[in-house]
């Protein structure tokens, strides 16, 4: 009887991972960490240094010159109880939604605009976007004077309708409707050429069929070209928000000539003053250092709740 072959198998290849050729590590990259490092460099010493020098001085109190004193949480708990601090948050959230809807509204209004726009869109873009490069001071002194009590713009067109003349700079409401229009104007053409950058994303074929099945201009932007920009509105009003809440320029030069007593004082009866003006007046006209990164810790906290909030209701409506 004849035997099978034996068929002999090859030995098993062991395969080892080539050992690291040496000078391949981090340190062979040197030339590439040295060329991204002045960045870091940067923010640590003009970002993350001074942030958490901050959070520390807030615990102590401190003229800027002589020795720190460790107060704890005593600055926390005035900050909460300090009713000229909660005064100016409610005038910063108040100019905040005066400028930002309006706002808003106005952008996306000129984006469809300018997107339907067949000639000179490069003329249009660059003429909505000049007030946001404009310098903020020059803007705010020339909103002075159109919002001037006796000689302003505003209250001679009033004047024009039969109307009676405003004290703008002089009275709480129009100090904040004063701050707000110039916000509005500032961020308006920013914002709009956002949302063109938005809408030229949208396919055509979307409108197309839309228009297909008989929708109208209105029905295809609130069935089509909103719900496709809810992302890009999404990001408007958080990036406005935070902005919005960090006002300083706009109220400082407008109102720093209608208050004797400080230029941080937001006008009379503080009606003007946001919450980085507070936090400027306390840390340069009372030189308390360590109360007012306190401030500026309250106001960090303030910005990032409003954000969460408008990022909650914008989602929610978009899972609706």
């Known amino acids: 009887m004849a035997t099978a072959p034996v068929i002999e198998t090859p030995p098993a290849t062991v395969t080892t991972t080539p050992?690291?050729?040496?000078?391949?590590?981090?340190?062979?990259?040197?030339?590439?960490?040295?060329?991204?490092?002045?960045?870091?460099?940067?923010?640590?010493?003009?970002?993350?240094?001074?942030?958490?020098?901050?959070?520390?001085?807030?615990f102590h109190r401190w003229d800027g010159l002589g020795s720190m004193e460790f107060a704890g949480l005593s600055q926390y708990r005035y900050l909460l109880s300090d009713s000229q601090f909660w005064g100016s948050i409610g005038n910063t959230v108040v100019i905040w939604a005066l400028a930002t809807f309006p706002m808003i509204f106005l952008a996306m209004v000129t984006a469809v605009l300018l997107n339907s726009a067949v000639r000179f869109k490069n003329v249009y873009r660059f003429a909505y976007f000049l007030p946001n490069v404009t310098s903020i001071v020059a803007v705010a002194i020339i909103f002075g004077s159109v919002f001037s009590?006796?000689?302003?713009?505003?209250?001679?067109?009033?004047?024009?309708?039969?109307?009676?003349?405003v004290a703008w700079l002089n009275?709480?409401?129009?100090?904040?409707?004063?701050?707000?229009?110039?916000?509005?104007?500032?961020?308006?053409?920013?914002?709009?050429?956002?949302?063109?950058?938005?809408?030229?994303?949208i396919p055509s074929e979307l409108y197309e069929a839309a228009r297909m099945d008989g929708a109208g201009?209105?029905?295809?932007?609130?069935?089509?070209?909103?719900?496709?920009?809810?992302p890009v509105l999404l990001f408007v009003l958080v990036i406005s928000t935070v902005t919005g809440l960090q006002s300083f320029s706009e109220p400082q030069v407008l109102l720093q000539?209608?208050?004797?007593?400080?230029?941080?004082?937001?006008?009379?009866?503080?009606?003007?003053?946001?919450?980085?003006?507070?936090?400027?007046?306390?840390?340069f006209d009372n030189n308390d250092f360590g109360y007012g990164a306190a401030v500026?810790?309250?106001?960090?906290?303030?910005?990032?709740?409003?954000?969460?909030?408008?990022?909650?209701?914008v989602q929610r409506r978009g899972e609706e």
């Open 19 to 58: 050992a690291r050729p040496p000078g391949k590590g981090v340190l062979s990259h040197w030339r590439l960490y040295a060329a991204i490092s002045p960045f870091y460099l940067l923010f640590l010493a003009f970002g993350l240094i001074p942030v958490g020098f901050s959070l520390y001085l807030s």
């Open 149 to 165: 009590t006796n000689f302003g713009l505003v209250n001679a067109l009033l004047q024009a309708v039969g109307l009676d003349q």
């Open 171 to 201: 009275s709480p409401w129009g100090i904040k409707v004063a701050i707000a229009t110039l916000m509005t104007w500032q961020w308006t053409g920013y914002n709009a050429i956002i949302f063109l950058a938005g809408l030229q994303t």
């Open 217 to 230: 201009p209105v029905q295809t932007f609130f069935r089509v070209t909103l719900p496709l920009m809810r």
């Open 257 to 283: 000539t209608t208050d004797n007593n400080s230029s941080f004082a937001g006008g009379p009866g503080h009606a003007g003053q946001t919450m980085v003006l507070y936090f400027f007046q306390q840390t």
């Open 296 to 313: 500026a810790w309250g106001i960090f906290l303030v910005v990032v709740l409003f954000s969460i909030i408008n990022w909650r209701l």
